[in-house]
C-alpha cells in the first residue's frame, strides 16, 4: 500500500505536490519519514539513478525521475517494487501531461532578479513622475 507520495523539482528538491495516507498511530512516523523525503529530494543529484528503491525502517522509498521532476512513493516492504514504480510512472505521465509545459526548472534566484527588476523600474517610473511633477510646478 503507498502511504506517502510526493513529486519535487529534480533541479533544487523543492516539492511541488505531496499526499500522505494517515492514521493515528502512525502519524507522527509518517511526518518523521515525509522529511527524509524532503532531505532525499535535496540530496538527489546528476548522478543519482533515475530510478531507486531506498529501504528506511519498515518502508521502501520508490523513486522515479523524469523531465527534471522526481516522483516518490513510500510503501510497505511486503508492496511489490514492480507495481511501486509503474504507480510512479502513472503519476509522472498524467503529471508532464497537465503540467510538462510549466516552468518547474527556474531557479529562485532568476525569478527574484527578474521581480527585483521591474520593482526597480516601477520605482524608477514613479520617482521620475515626482521630479516631473514638482519640477513643471
Not at 31 to 58: D, M, V
Not at 110 to 125: C, D, M, Q, T, W
Amino acid at each position: 500500500m503507498a502511504l506517502m507520495t510526493m513529486i519535487a523539482r529534480f533541479v533544487d528538491g523543492l516539492p511541488l505536490v505531496g499526499t500522505m495516507q494517515e492514521d493515528e498511530q502512525s502519524g507522527r512516523s509518517i511526518l518523521e519519514y515525509q522529511n527524509q523525503a524532503k532531505l532525499l529530494f535535496r540530496k538527489l543529484g546528476p548522478n543519482s539513478p533515475t530510478r531507486c528503491s531506498i529501504e528506511t525502517g519498515p518502508y521502501l522509498f520508490h523513486y522515479f525521475i523524469e523531465h527534471d521532476v522526481c516522483y516518490l512513493v513510500m510503501c510497505d516492504k511486503v508492496f511489490s517494487k514492480r507495481i511501486a514504480f509503474n504507480y510512479l510512472e502513472d503519476i509522472a505521465q498524467e503529471f508532464h501531461s497537465n503540467y510538462g509545459r510549466r516552468k518547474y526548472k527556474k531557479d529562485a534566484s532568476y525569478l527574484n532578479r527578474k521581480s527585483l527588476y521591474v520593482k526597480g523600474a516601477v520605482a524608477g517610473i514613479i520617482l521620475i513622475l515626482f521630479v516631473l511633477y514638482f519640477w513643471v510646478i
